[in-house]
Structures are given as C-alpha cells and as structure tokens.
C-alpha cells in the first residue's frame, strides 16, 4: 500500500468513528495535556472546548510550519478564518495546506489538516453563541500570531508590554473563549461573566508564561525568544548575550522577576476558578488541573534558575497524579483550595503589584 492510500484508509477508519472518538483521538495525537484535562468537562461543554482546541491546533500547524514565507502562512491564515465562518470550502482549505506541509511538521497535525472539513463540520453543529466565541477566538489568535512572524526574535521582545500581547494572542484569547463557552452552559456563570473574562486573559497569561520560561532554550535553539529585555535591562542583562550553561546572576534575577509575574498571574488564575460554582466540579478541575501543573513547574524553574535543558524542570507523572488527586479531594472547598495554592506556591518570588498584572487593555485593544 503506497502512501496516498495508507493515508485515505486511515482517514476512512476515523471517518467510521463517533464525533466525539473522532475529537478525543484528534486531541490525544496533538496534546497529550488536553486530552487529560478536556474530558473533565460536562457536555456540552466537553465537546465544544474539544473542537476549539483543535481550531487553534490547526492555526499553531500554520504558524510553526517552517517551510513556508511569512506572507503565505498569512493567506492560510486568513483563509482558514474564512472556514470557521463558513465563508470558504474547508476540503479546498484542508487539500491545499496538507500539500504545503513539510515532513517537519509531526505526523499527527498532518492527520488533523486532512481531517480539517470533519473538524468544520462540529463546529458548524454547535450554537449560534458557541461559534461565535470559536471564530472570534481563531480570527483573533490567527492574525495576532502572524503580527510576530516576520520579527528577528532571535534577542527577545522589546518590552514585558510585547509578552504580555504575544501571550494574548495565544493564551489569553483562549481563555475568553472558554468564559463565553462556560457562560453559555451556565446562567449562574454568566451573572459573573465581566470579572471571569478580565481574569480569564490573565488565566491565559500565567500559563503561557509558565511555558515561555520552561522553553527558554528550547526556543532559543529555534532561534525564537519570547522574554522581554526591559526587564533584564534592568539587571544590566543584555539578552543578545544570552546563552545555555550560564552562570550569571543577572539573568537569574530577571527570570525571578518574571516568575513574579506568573506567580500573580497565577492568583488571578485561581480567584477566576472560584467564580465558577463549586457543585461545578468538572469545570472546576479542567481549571484547577492546569493551574497545578503551572504551579509546580514554576517551582522547578526557581528551584534551578540556572537550567539548560527543557527537561531539568518539567514536573513528574508524580506531580500530575497528585495534581489531579489534590483537585478532586479539595475541589468544592474554596478555603482548601486557597490553601492548597498557598502552600504549591511557597517559596516562589511575588506575587507582582497588581499594575504589572492588569491585562484590560491588552483585550480591549483586540476586540472584533
């Protein structure tokens, strides 16, 4: 069997499968830490948020596709906006980006831009309100990622304000989405829709922040750096010099700065899962089981501020598994859970001045 047919067999096979095995195999290929955390959602819930991640899997295939000029992964972009909208043909979408792959995107993301049209088809079957909040959330994300594609990020962004946008658009956005999609299922939830939205960007900004400090080098070797030199400036640290197996203090005391940062906006992260009502526990864990894991890994990378590798500072299946039990012994006590963050965080610098954390703006500048 050549390649073609394996391919068109394969598709078959996960043409035969339920919409929501269909989703669940999607998310396990692409993310091995939303097809955990996804599932403890209710419907419909689970299956709207499932479908959302993979919209956005599909712009990052974009984004990260090395191969392809700046200004062609732009028209994809705009093109596949144009499929969330129902204003273009997702099979001629799907038929022309997998022809534009290259072998260095990951098997899995090949299968999803195949399966695009199916993917389409969900999206187009939920609510009038949840389609809105995925479109809005993939037309937003898609253009504000392409804002940093032609950039030399080779020496960081300018300023902590650039993070913070860049943050935005790929983790902030998501978390607005998820506020609406939480608003639609829940008339309790939407009384307290206008503080969960402002908390949810900064929900978006810790993790995403958490993940920018982990990946320093990882990035760095792709030639990419998401710091931001202001704030190592002001430790006389020049990030051009930055390197791996460093030994310099200064630079140190700007990722503790950072660390600051994320561990306020982790705060935030927490106080917007107690809006969410406690008898919730689903979307209360779906929260709850992120945040812990950014936690600890915050943890990891100020207990070795001088790591060179990804892996120095990524937490155990151990951590995960007591993330996961924490949450479900403690997750309709309010008082426990505050606990529970208090003591995950103990020993981290911060949290930041309230200034430092207030995202209104960085939303406000992007609304469609």
Excluded at 17 to 25: K, P, Y
């Amino acid at each position: 069997m050549n390649g073609s047919s394996a391919i068109e067999t394969r598709i078959r096979e996960l043409d035969a499968l339920t919409s929501e095995a269909f989703q669940a195999h999607l998310l396990d290929g692409v993310s091995r830490t939303f097809a955990l955390t996804i599932p403890q959602l209710p419907e419909p819930v689970h299956q709207v948020v499932a479908n959302g991640y993979l919209l956005c899997r599909i712009v990052d295939t974009i984004e990260d596709e090395a191969t392809l000029p700046g200004e062609k992964k732009r028209r994809f972009c705009e093109r596949f906006i144009a499929v969330v909208q129902g204003k273009e043909d997702a099979e001629r979408f799907a038929r022309d980006f997998a022809s534009s792959l290259s072998d260095r995107t990951p098997p899995a993301e090949h299968e999803l831009i195949r399966v695009v049209p199916r993917v389409i088809a969900i999206t187009h079957g939920f609510s009038a309100e949840d389609r809105a909040a995925l479109q809005d959330c993939v037309a937003i994300m898609a253009r504000g990622m392409a804002d940093f594609q032609d950039r030399d990020l080779s020496s960081g962004l300018e300023t902590l304000q650039e993070m913070n946008r860049y943050c935005y658009y790929v983790a902030g956005v998501v978390g607005e989405m998820l506020t609406r999609v939480f608003c639609n299922y829940s008339q309790y939830i939407a009384q307290r829709r206008e503080a969960m939205m402002r908390l949810s960007v900064s929900f978006g900004q810790g993790l995403q922040m958490t993940n920018i400090l982990k990946d320093i080098w990882t990035d760095l070797e792709r030639g990419a750096c998401w710091l931001p030199r202001d704030i190592f400036r002001k430790h006389c640290f020049h990030l051009e010099k930055l390197r791996p197996n460093h030994n310099d203090p200064r630079f140190v005391a700007g990722l503790r700065d950072l660390i600051a940062i994320a561990h306020g906006h982790l705060e935030n992260a927490l106080r917007y899962t107690l809006l969410i009502p406690y008898y919730e526990t689903g979307l209360r864990d779906f929260c709850l089981w992120a945040l812990g894991m950014a936690v600890l890994s915050l943890r990891k990378i100020n207990a070795n501020p001088y790591f060179s590798r990804a892996e120095e500072v990524k937490i155990s299946r151990r951590s995960v598994k007591a993330t996961v039990i924490a949450s479900r012994l403690c997750h309709r006590n309010d008082d426990l859970l505050r606990r529970l963050f208090k003591q995950a965080a103990k020993g981290l610098p911060g949290p930041a001045p309230a200034a430092l954390l207030d995202l209104r703006h960085i939303s406000a500048e992007n609304t469609l």
